[in-house]
C-alpha cells in the first residue's frame, strides 16, 4: 500500500512552520531561511542548487529521502506563491524556475482552481479545491502505486495530520524561537499516541524526528 | 561570578512548559507526569522518591546537575501550591513533604505574601511580591556565593529569559503534543541570538537542550 508521506519539515521550538509575513522576496516571511539552513548545507540540496560538495551525514540522511518513491506531491497554495484570493493573473508558476525539482505531478490546494500547468522535466501543477481525502484521493490515482508526498507548508501538513491520513512524517527541530507565524501543532493534542517517534540530534543541532504511524 | 541556571526545564513539542487545570492532585494539569518521565527513571530522581536503581545514561548526566553549586531557588506560586489569590490559610507548604527536596533557601514569588516557613533539611520558603530582577538580586544574598536556580514554571522561567536574567538553562523536549497549558516560548522571539546552544537526544527520545549566555 503506497504510503503518505512528509519530509524535512522544519519548525522552531516555539512549534512555528514559517514565518510571518511572506512575500515574493521572502517566501517564509521573518524566518528567512533560518529553518531551512541544515537542509541547504546537505548533499541533496547543494546539488538541487547546482552547487557541489555538501554535509554527508545525519542531515544528508534525513534530506535525500524527500523523493525517493514519490508519484505525487500534494502542497498549499503558500507554499506554491506569495498571492492569496482569486488569481489576479496566471502568470505565475511558483518558486522552482521552468524545470521544478519535484519532476512529478503536483497539487496545489486552493479556493481558485485554475487550468493546469505543465512544466519541464515531468512537474505538473494541478489546481484543486478539495478536502485533504479527496485531494489524497486524486494524488493518489496520479502517483502510480508511487507514495504521495504532503509537501507543505504547516497549515497543509497539520489538516493531514488532523484527518490522520499521514503514513509516515520527517520533522526537522531547529533551536531558534520565531515567535511568530504559522504554527504546526495546533489542534493536534495527543497526536503521539498514533506514532512512534524516533529522535536524533545532528551536529548542525537539528533534531530529527521520525514520526511512524502505528 | 555565580550564575543563574535553570534544570530539567521540560517542554512539549508544541512549547508547553505544562498542562492546563492544574489542582492538588494534578500538579502539572493534564499533563499529568507525561513531561517528566523522563526524569523520574533517571538514578537522581528514582533515590529522591526512596527508590532504587534508575538509568545512568544521558538523562541522568542531565538530571544530576540540578541542585550541584546551587545555593538558593526561585519558584513561581504555580510551582510551590495549586491556590491562587488570597491565602485562605497558610497550611500548605508546598508539595515536597516536611523535609524537601531543595535544601536552600526557596524564593516563592507570590502577590500575596506570607511568613516565611521553615522546613526540615534546610529548606527554608519565603514569599516574594517581587520583579524578576528584584528577586534574583534576594536570592543571590541568601545563596551564599553559590548559583540561584529558577526553579520554574513556566511563567517564571519566560520572565527571566524576558529579562535577561538566565546564564544557563537545560531544557528537556519530550516528544508529545500537549495542546493548551502554559507556553514557555512566547514573547521571546530570537532568544537563540542571546545563547550558544546544544542538543543531544537520549534513547528515552527526549532531546536535551543546553543554552549557555554568549
Known sequence: MPRVRVHNFSVSLDGFGTGEGQSLDAPFGHAQMRLHEWALETLTFRAMQGKPGGGAGVDEA?????????????????KFGPQHGAWTDEKWKGWWGDNPVFHTPVFVLTHHPRPAVQMEGGTTFHFLDASPAEALATARDAAGGLDVRIGGGPTTVREFLAADLIDHMH??????????????????????????????????GTTHLTFTRR
Not at 534525513?62 to 518513491?69: L, M, T
Not at 511568530?180 to 493534542?189: N, P, Q, S, T, Y
Open 171 to 204: 520533522v526537522a527541530l531547529v533551536p531558534i524561537v520565531l515567535g511568530r507565524g504559522v504554527r504546526l501543532w495546533d489542534g493536534l493534542e495527543g497526536l503521539e499516541r498514533r506514532f512512534d517517534i524516533e529522535s536524533v540530534t545532528s551536529p548542525s
Open 62 to 78: 534525513f534530506a535525500r529521502s524527500w523523493n525517493q518513491g514519490i508519484g505525487a506531491e500534494i502542497m498549499g497554495r503558500g
